[in-house]
């Protein structure tokens, strides 16, 4: 088992018990190079000592911590965590009773383990319990600081990745508020050409789109989805467009039943099946079949939406990297999923001068199923 997959409670025991062995391998070497005492006796009080102090002064700092802020959850001013930094006050009362306790307690276990007579606080003159008192408390001062320190960087990168995280997801909501009425518009639009031309069929197309809507408009107001529902608003969408193309739309979908619960962005493949089909199929005089498709490759999620219509010119795409359509999910893909995820275009038979399809490929990370 690796450190990395040990528990948390575990971990933070491991690396309090490597900051001991530091701190006493380091007031070792001190003591033999100012006084010359020797190593094994010296090291093995030290480590007692250590040991000693960190302990009692954890309980107190924990325990005396719980206490006030149970006193000041009565008062409703408590801090969000109960064992958050107590302040120095509080923090200078557990260094010099935890010091004085542990000292004495680390004494006495060397005294046992060495069968010498060391002295502790509680036999000691007033002079020496200070001045042991003083240099007992020299490292438990500075480990505090460096602890302390530790603490505020985390907490203060843990509040910027909240912050970053919070700006990420106003983002994704403002470019979804644009999607939502581009589809829309897009589609009035298609259904105010049909109503001057066949009104029964006008009529069908708009009884199709509020159902859409009914559907789309309440499942768009969530951060993710399951890779069905995404499939599913597309059939719902793609029935609306053949009551108006009739028989010059077809469609059909890929979805491997392992895929089907995988989390995605809402309307992420929206904007390419109406780019599909505003610029693959319509203007093809027979239509064509437009393909959705999930799979697996190199260990990232592909998400293709396939045309057989008239095909693009790479060198008509905008220098910005397409249209509205290409750029919404291309932004929507780097706020969702970071820069591992990319939306790449290209035809699919590049032999044919003319048509030729169009590929659209979603491809990113895998995203992990939520249990």
Known sequence: MTAAALPSPVRWLMRQLLHVLVIALIITLVLMAVFGQPFGRTLLYCLSISFFCAAVINVLRYGLGWIRWQVLNRMGRAPAEPFDWPGWPLMVVCLVLGTAIGYT???????LVTGLQERSLLTSPLRRVLSVMVIALIPGFGATLFFLSRHRIAAAEARAETLRRQAAETQLRLLESQLEPHMLFNTLANLRVLIGLDADRAQTMLDHLIAFLRATLSASRAEQHPLKDEFARLADYLALMQVRMGARLR??????????????PPLLLQPLVENAIKHGLEPHVGGGTLRVRAALQDGDLCLDVEDDGAGF??????AAGGGFGTVQVRDRLNVACGPRARLELSRLDLSRPAGGGTRARIRMPVPAIAT
């Open 105 to 111: 307690l680390g004494v006495e276990a060397g005294n």
């Open 313 to 318: 010119d790479p060198a008509a795409v905008p």
């Open 251 to 264: 469609f059909e979908f890929e979805l491997p039943e392992a895929l089907r619960e995988l989390p995605v």
